[in-house]
């Protein structure tokens, strides 16, 4: 039986435990990643494929950690028609979606006369995306991290991904990824292909940065290589919050608490609710549905929703929200009977689906929003991966005399008050020079 947790009753340990989920535990992590990082910053390649071997594949080879054009070749071919069509309707709606994001290349406004100010947007020249694989195959991940960075005109991009036991890389991904444009693959998982991309070896170019989401591994290399490479938002273990109310049927609720749940035993999936009925009526249907999944998927269900999540009561619909932007929930969807009353109020969530018709799944795989979102309650001040990941903005400004002549005077006041005498040397030297 999925537990119930009621808010007012919970002692302010137990909110605590349940709003840190399983991100913060990655002491043990932290000291495996510090040592493989070390490594592979002292010897490059000799020690990547040592790790790529112990963690990864035994018969890994540096000379085939690239994958080749064969294995492109090969897995279009092994892909099923339904399963490329499927790949392809995500892919035209993912990119639609990115598109619309692009800004202006040169904005430049004319905020006063003679005064022009603005900003000048360009790509970042290289990015390494990580797309996981381990408990289970992600290419809805590799076109959410690769469209994006093609859309925003990133000229270098890499992508690692653990192969399996034997070698091999996941082929849906591969032809997700040949479908974006970006073929330069490495079979490369965890730690060290975080730490490869951060830091260039001879086989691995080094990036300028890193996104994609990943286990407590790729956490840990993530957060020692912070300062060393951008390492894009923190995306770690699933979450999700359903919010629910009297309105709500309570299979729908049953059903979406789960999907989050099955990614792994750190996901939390929480099914928020001040109605008693309904979370009661909830709980048995997810006790049904939980009989009709593989072993393994139920097993990740019951640990997370045993420790991470479960089924939250509130006193009121109010409570529930500002548990929810307390929360800051990767996923949310608001299953109240007006969801649109409500979105004004949800400030803190990686995005935020509304209504019975727009479940998670279809966001996950291909509504055309990006997946690929914060956790850990780093929605508080992340967004989700966009094509801003991979574009920056510089400043731009021009003045004509009469701009010039208007901005003078503050400059050289300002200059001084901060006691920088060639800044307002600068200005005041400059006056004779520019007749
Ligand atoms: N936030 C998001 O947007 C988002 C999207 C998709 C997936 N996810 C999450 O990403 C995570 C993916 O994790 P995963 O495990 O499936 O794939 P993964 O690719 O992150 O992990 C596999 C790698 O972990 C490393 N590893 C495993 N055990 C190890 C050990 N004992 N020591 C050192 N390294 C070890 C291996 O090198 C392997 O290549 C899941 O938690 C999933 O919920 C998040
Ligand atoms: N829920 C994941 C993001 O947290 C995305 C995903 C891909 N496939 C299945 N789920
Ligand atoms: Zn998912």
């Known amino acids: 039986m999925v537990r119930i947790l009621r808010l007012a009753e919970m002692t302010p340990q137990d909110l605590s435990a349940l709003k840190r989920r399983a991100e913060l535990n990655i002491e043990q992590a932290l000291s495996i990643a510090k040592e493989v990082i070390d490594q592979i910053r002292q010897r490059g390649d000799a020690a990547l494929i040592e790790y790529v071997r112990k963690f990864d594949y035994a018969g890994a080879e540096l000379e085939n950690l690239k994958v080749s054009e064969q294995e492109f070749a090969d897995a279009r071919e092994s892909i099923e028609p339904e399963i490329k069509s499927a790949l392809h309707q995500a892919f035209v709606n993912i990119k639609e979606v990115h598109q619309r994001q692009m800004p202006e290349e040169i904005q430049l406004a004319e905020i006063d006369s003679g005064i022009f100010a603005g900003e000048k947007v360009t790509p970042i020249a290289s990015a390494g995306l990580y797309v996981p694989r381990g408990k289970g195959a992600f290419p809805s991940v590799m076109l959410m991290l690769t469209i994006p960075a093609k859309v925003a005109g990133v000229s270098k991009i890499i992508v690692c991904t653990p192969s399996d036991k034997n070698g091999k890389v996941e082929p849906a991904s591969l032809v997700a990824a040949e479908m974006a444009g970006v073929k330069d693959i490495y079979r490369l998982g965890g730690i060290q292909a975080i730490a490869a991309m951060a830091l260039g070896t001879g086989t691995v170019p080094k990036v300028d940065k890193i996104t994609g989401p990943c286990n407590v591994y790729g956490s840990a290399a993530k957060r020692i290589l912070y300062g060393t490479v951008d390492v894009g938002l923190p995306a770690g ?5 359903i919010l629910a109310d009297e309105h709500t049927d309570p299979q729908i609720a049953a059903l979406d608490l789960l999907v989050e749940a099955e990614h792994g035993p750190e996901s939390a999936a929480l099914l928020v609710t001040h109605d008693e ?16 999944l593989p072993d393994w998927r139920r097993e990740f269900c019951e640990k997370g929703l045993s420790s991470y999540g479960g089924i939250l009561l509130t006193r009121s619909l109010e409570e529930s929200l500002d548990f929810v932007n307390d929360y800051a929930p990767e996923h949310l969807e608001v299953l109240v009977k007006e969801p649109f009353s409500v979105l004004g109020k949800i400030k803190n969530a990686g995005e935020i689906l509304l209504g019975p018709y727009t479940p998670i799944p279809v966001s996950n795989y291909c509504l055309g929003v ?6 850990g309650g780093f929605a508080r001040s992340y967004s989700a991966v966009s094509v801003f990941d991979f574009l920056k903005r510089a400043g731009i400004g021009y003045l004509t005399p009469e701009g010039f002549a208007k901005l003078k005077h503050t400059t050289q006041t300002l200059a001084t008050y901060e006691g920088f005498a060639a800044h307002a040397m600068a200005i005041q030297e400059r006056e004779g020079l520019l007749d």
């Not at 309904?278 to 009989?291: D, H, I, R, S």
């Not at 990006?370 to 956790?375: E, G, K, S």
């Open 277 to 292: 009925s309904l979370a009661l009526k909830a709980a048995k249907y997810v006790a049904e549905y939980l009989t009709k």
């Open 237 to 241: 273990p699933s979450e999700s919050i």
């Open 370 to 375: 990006n997946a690929i979102l914060p956790t």
